[in-house]
């Protein structure tokens, strides 16, 4: 199997990208009108951690992490490693030999759609990263691939470039085009929350906010009190 390793794609402007590390997954998805999410099944290792950064892609043979060492190389300062195979994987492609050198590069996370393993020794060097499973499974170095294609997790493409903003909810990718108009949006939410969060401390109800009472009255929701529900006293 062939395949082919690209160089120096365009990225995302690193301003942008700092702009969308201020925000959490499920802010910047809401922000693309609920999307870019990679699914569920891709969970961090560790807790407490929120990174962003530009995608270097990998599409690896399951079971064989020899184009992840090709991908070490083509990453730098401010990357994102994010791992797909040809066929679902959940061997342990990705551990802590890996996560020295790309740290040493300036890398700031790795996510797996197979696979992953040294996971206390990830914490303990503070290198975050999400995958799909946590497996000892060793590898294979043997079959080709490709670095900085276009991949697919969960139905949802990830290009070269494009924005990784992932913490403990999950994993979301900005597309490289819409980076900057993601963080202005992701930012204009933020300050409606945060009205919203201070008309809830000063006891406001989400019904009342959000206008939710003639909703639940054209949904013919009805208010009864508990004697007129469960006919007690007739």
């Known amino acids: 199997m062939g395949g082919v390793i690209v160089t120096n794609p365009p990225k995302a402007d690193a301003k942008d ?11 910047v998805s809401e922000a693309m009108g609920r999307t870019g999410l990679l699914g569920p099944s891709i969970r961090p290792v560790q807790q407490g951690v ?23 190389e083509q990453c730098g300062e401010g990357d994102i490693l994010v791992v797909t195979t040809t066929s679902p994987c959940t061997d342990g492609l990705f551990g802590e030999l890996f996560a020295t050198a790309l740290q040493k590069r300036g890398v700031r996370g790795v996510v797996l759609n197979t696979g992953i393993r040294d996971t206390q020794e990830l914490r303990d060097m ?3 990263a999400w995958s799909r ?25 990830v290009h070269p470039g494009d ?28 300050a409606k929350e945060a009205a919203t969060r201070a008309a809830f401390l000063e006891g406001q109800l ?10 639940l009255k054209q949904l013919g929701v009805e208010y009864q009190s508990y ?3 469960t006919g007690a006293g007739s």
Do not use: C
């Open 206 to 215: 989400g019904l009342d906010r959000y206008g939710l009472r003639d909703t």
């Open 133 to 157: 499973a946590v497996s000892s499974q060793g590898t294979v170095k043997a079959t080709g691939g490709s670095v900085n294609v276009p991949i697919a997790i969960d139905g949802q493409v």
């Open 126 to 128: 503070g290198f975050a």
């Open 17 to 27: 990208v700092e702009a969308l590390a201020a925000f959490g997954v499920a802010t």
């Open 163 to 190: 924005v990784i903003v992932a913490d403990d909810d999950g994993v979301v990718v900005v597309p490289r085009e819409r980076a900057r108009e993601t963080a202005e949006k992701s930012q204009a939410r933020e």
């Open 50 to 72: 929120r990174v962003a950064g530009t995608a270097v892609t990998v599409l690896s043979w399951p079971g064989d992490n020899l184009m992840i060492h090709a991908a070490v």
């Open 227 to 229: 004697e007129e529900y």
